[in-house]
């Protein structure tokens, strides 16, 4: 039996003025949506603005000689040639991967280590979830840096008790071979932000993948490397480009930490700070802007190899 067909009465002259009337009020609300729509988008296209603008005026800067005092001068590609002359490059480079090779994975493995302690059923766990989290909001503060310069210094609060146990401080501070070391620590201290990702994580699997492998005698060493591990994939991979963006674009606590110098004896040289002293202490805004450029290449590479590299190892459960 075929579908009955479905037949459309043309209205009458009422009924003609009310469809026209119907119909024009639905265009009417959606054009109302869309102006609020817009609207809504509105603060979001001004601020891409404010960073489109300077991300093209950067791009040509980038191939000029420009001091700020005189009109740029085109200069090609002069100023990315130079990064490979540049000795301080390398060492800000090498600063920058040694802090990034140390800090991200050693950070995420105190994060994942507390929210593992905490997922297990903690009184008070939204205390201690603050207590955790707080270091994160401020660890990259000032103030905060300047506290941990006062902790670490050589009559500081660190080398005291140390002293106290018959142990004697180095300089964390003034000795290059620690300097960096300290910077480290205070990155590892402010994991609570990744600790509580992991923890939210942790949450979304569910109990009953534990109760069965239990019960088929699977050890908890087990059962964190076959159910915690894969199912928290996605969690580890978020938390792993986070961490890699801002330990390559760190700044302040180097800043703060060697007094804008990069020292003691530039082992505190970021890649950012030795941009900020070429481009606002030098006023070399064209190879400045070049070294930025070269970094967000370096940012973008990172990522998208982590991207291509997640459908190795990332699980999702769909």
């Known amino acids: 039996m075929s579908a009955p067909t479905e037949v459309r009465v043309r209205p009458d002259g009422q009924g003609l003025v009310r469809e026209v009337k119907r119909r024009h009020g639905k265009r009417r609300r959606r054009l109302d949506d869309s102006r609020s729509a817009y609207l809504f988008l509105l603060p979001w296209i001004i601020g891409t603005l404010f960073t489109v603008i300077p991300f093209g005026v950067s791009l040509w800067l980038a191939f000029t000689d420009y001091n700020l005092l005189q009109n740029p001068k085109f200069v090609g590609i002069q100023n990315f040639t130079r990064l490979f002359q540049d000795p301080k490059i390398a060492t800000a480079t090498s600063v920058t991967l040694s802090y990034t090779l140390f800090a991200v994975p050693i950070g995420m493995a105190a994060a994942l280590g507390v929210a593992l302690l905490l997922n297990r059923g903690v009184r008070g766990l939204p205390i201690y979830r603050s207590v ?32 106290a146990v018959g142990l004697q401080g180095p300089g964390w501070v003034t000795d290059p071979n620690w300097a960096l070391v300290t910077l480290v620590t205070l990155s590892i201290w402010g994991f609570g932000g990744s600790m509580v990702i992991f923890l939210a994580g942790l949450r979304q699997i569910p109990r009953s993948y534990y109760e069965a492998a239990a019960i088929d005698g699977a050890s908890p060493v087990r059962q964190f490397r076959s159910i915690t591990l894969p199912l928290l994939s996605p969690v580890i991979f978020f938390n792993l480009v986070l961490g890699l963006i801002g330990s390559l674009q760190v700044f302040t606590q180097g800043y703060v930490f060697s007094g804008g110098s990069g020292g003691p004896a530039d082992s505190t040289l970021f890649y950012n700070l030795y941009l900020y002293q070429q481009g606002f202490q030098r006023f070399d805004m064209g190879y400045a802007s070049a070294m930025a450029w070269v970094m967000f290449v370096v940012i973008a590479v990172f990522t998208a190899i982590n991207f291509f590299a997640s459908k190795y190892w990332v699980f999702y459960d769909d």
């Not at 310069?149 to 008790?161: C, M, P, Q, S």
């Open 132 to 163: 955790f989290y707080l270091p994160s909001l401020i660890g990259g503060s000032v103030a905060v840096v300047m506290l941990w310069r006062a902790l670490f210094g050589y009559d500081g609060v660190i080398n005291k008790v140390l002293g």
